[in-house]
């Protein structure tokens, strides 16, 4: 039984390792979006805890999270690393990530749920968004929880073509996405925690493990 518990929790570790090394190669393609799926991944993971959810069901939509965006190593890197705006035919390519992501994580039978992620986070609730126009709650709610979080996480990051938006810009434009763009209920949460976030904690220019530890103190 112990070599039994042993090897359980090796292989519990190396899946792990696994899908971290799988995120930062997602996030490397891009270069300028550096640990952008794991702050992802634990802003969802927040959210899904301030939505009332399990222990379990915040790891799973972490595990989703992690592995949003692995469907841009599909993409060139030409695209996903431009230092400006994309054109429309690069911008059109760049959509395809999505589809891609839950092609490369459909068939992880172990873990169900991850394509969920990978293929909806760029859905909008008012069904404009993509690949498939879902409207409402017709879009998964573990997407709709990274979507919202994908989106935080983009503005107050600092990208090739843009630096990190004061605070303040992140939540009115959250606020503003509300019904339209994003789940009202869930952005709401997000903006729950913006505002508890005195110290703007929560952006790209502060180290992760600092992040996760921000989170642990508010359970």
Known sequence: MEDFEVKYHQLKRLTDQLMH???????????YTK?????????????????????KEQYEIYEMGLLHDIGKIGIPDSITAKPECLKEKEYNLMKKHPMIGARILQDITEIPGLAV????????YDGSGYPDGLVGNAIPEEARI??????????SS????????????????????????FDPEIADVLIQMIDDD??????????????EEYFTRLK
Request: hydrophobic fraction near 35%; charge should be positive; charged fraction near 35%.
């Open 198 to 211: 005195k110290n703007y904690v929560m952006n790209s220019e502060i180290p992760t493990y600092i992040i």
């Open 146 to 155: 990274i979507g919202v979080a994908d989106a935080y996480d983009a503005m």
């Open 158 to 181: 600092e990208r090739n073509y843009s630096g990190v938006m004061k605070q303040k810009m992140v939540r009115d434009e959250i606020e503003r996405g509300k019904g339209t763009q």
């Open 35 to 55: 640990e952008h799926s794991e702050r992802v991944a634990l802003y969802s993971m927040e959210i899904a805890r301030r939505l009332g959810k399990s222990r």
């Open 117 to 124: 992620g990978a293929r909806w986070h760029h859905e909008r």
């Open 21 to 31: 090394a799988l995120a930062r190669v997602a996030d490397e393609n891009g270069r």
